[in-house]
């Protein structure tokens, strides 16, 4: 059975610029996301747990989050992940609410915040590569077991690089978008 499978390919493709879209999600641009807050994760109960499996976020003002935890013993434990996570964000505990006002983002923060958009696009492009090396591999395993000729081979191999291209373009094309976003809020 041949191995190779373009639909598969094209859904990891896909995958991947997906993942690199959620990433560029969570970069602050000045107005507060619920999204920021996805990558912390919280120890509680004796393992690491994301936040949004201890708490409530929200954004009630366009320059404040709010994350309100379920479980009064977390709330110093919610605070500590939050200041972890390195966003520049300042917790202030109220209760078992936690608040993040969104300070202004300076020229040096602007532009350190569209290089990180910069190094997650490259990440998303090598996974695009990645699963291109992958079909090209398979192709050639096929080719070897006589399953295809070397004619299908070098067509199936220009589809994956046409995918390969199509992909690697909405990367460019998302992070740029996220860096304009960024410099210009």
Known sequence: MAKYDKADIERRMKGAVESLKGDLSG???????TSLLDPVVVEVYGSMMPLSQVATVSAPEPRMLSVQV????NVSAVEKGIAKANLGLNPMQDGQTIRLPMPDLTEERRKDLAKLAGEYGEKGKIAIRNVRRDGMEALKEDEKKKEISEDDRKRSEDEVQKLTDK???????AVEKKTQEILTQ
Do not use: C, H, P, Q
């Open 70 to 73: 379920w479980d009064k013993a």
């Open 167 to 173: 992909y690697v373009a909405e990367t460019d094309e």
């Open 27 to 33: 970069l602050r641009t000045g107005r507060a996301n």
